[in-house]
């Protein structure tokens, strides 16, 4: 299965604080893509990272990809409150539009 | 620009019942995914429909299972007697081209399923 599995599945950080999510995939990819889904909303497209990029930076967020390891990390800097969602990492089916999301990180950011 | 439209947000049917739940794309767009999220799991992709096509339904069971995107009007996901594992989150996204590296998916809120 090409299906990405992020881990932790939950984490708890209080404002201000760090949350580093990771995930990892099993077959080749053409890129990764890192969505947020509030508790009963549609996913959020946070960032989408190429299989030959390493590292890329979108506000406070920042993704790694190791291909080699087959894995990807979502850091969250300096969080905040409305950044408690679930995060998903998600690789397609060399399609590029069939993506498979993992189960998610359940990311709990309080005051 | 109002965002991807899905309703009902929650439906409940019994064993043996249809449920169809509809989606409506991003104005402007004509490319509709619809994927499935089961509980406690990740959503898996189901099926891809450009207006009166289905493209790719890879991911569609083989049985009780169908989509369409007609001309005029949202697209549809029917599933036919419906059984308890079919219970799952059902969300619909759409794009302006095809979704790939330069095109991200837009999701809809999601309809959530509960067979009793």
């Known amino acids: 299965s090409q299906q990405g599995e992020e881990d932790p599945q939950a984490l708890s950080i209080q404002e201000g604080e760090n949350a580093t999510m990771n995930c990892s995939y099993k077959?080749?990819?053409?890129?990764l893509q890192w969505y947020r889904q509030n508790s009963g909303r549609g996913l959020v497209h946070l960032i989408l990272?190429?299989?030959?990029?390493r590292e890329k930076h979108s506000g406070r967020l920042r993704v790694t990809l190791d291909t080699s390891k087959k894995s990807s990390s979502l850091l969250i800097t300096a969080s905040r409150a409305a950044d408690t969602a679930s995060y998903f990492c998600?690789?397609?089916?060399?399609?590029?539009?069939?993506?498979?999301f993992g189960k998610g990180t359940s990311l709990l950011v309080t005051p | 620009n109002a965002g991807v439209m899905q309703n009902p947000r929650h439906l409940v049917r019994r064993r043996g019942q249809e449920a169809r739940l509809r989606c409506s794309p991003m104005?402007?767009?004509?490319?509709v995914y619809w994927y499935r999220q089961l509980p406690e799991e990740g959503l898996k992709f189901m099926v891809y429909?450009?207006?009166?096509?289905?493209?790719?339904e890879s991911g569609m069971p083989k049985e009780r299972f169908s989509a369409e995107f007609p001309k005029e009007g949202p697209s549809i996901l029917r599933i036919q007697q419906v059984v308890r594992g079919d219970s799952a989150a059902y969300f619909c996204?759409?794009?302006?081209?095809?979704?790939?590296?330069?095109?991200?998916?837009?999701f809809g809120p999601g309809t959530r399923l509960l067979v009793l």
């Open positions: 996204a759409s794009s302006l081209r095809l979704a790939g590296e330069q095109e991200t998916q837009y």
């Open positions: 104005k402007g767009h004509s490319h």
């Open positions: 990272i190429r299989s030959n990029e």
């Open positions: 077959t080749s990819i053409n890129n």
């Open positions: 998600a690789t397609d089916k060399n399609s590029g539009y069939a993506l498979n």
């Open positions: 429909l450009q207006k009166e096509n289905i493209i790719d």
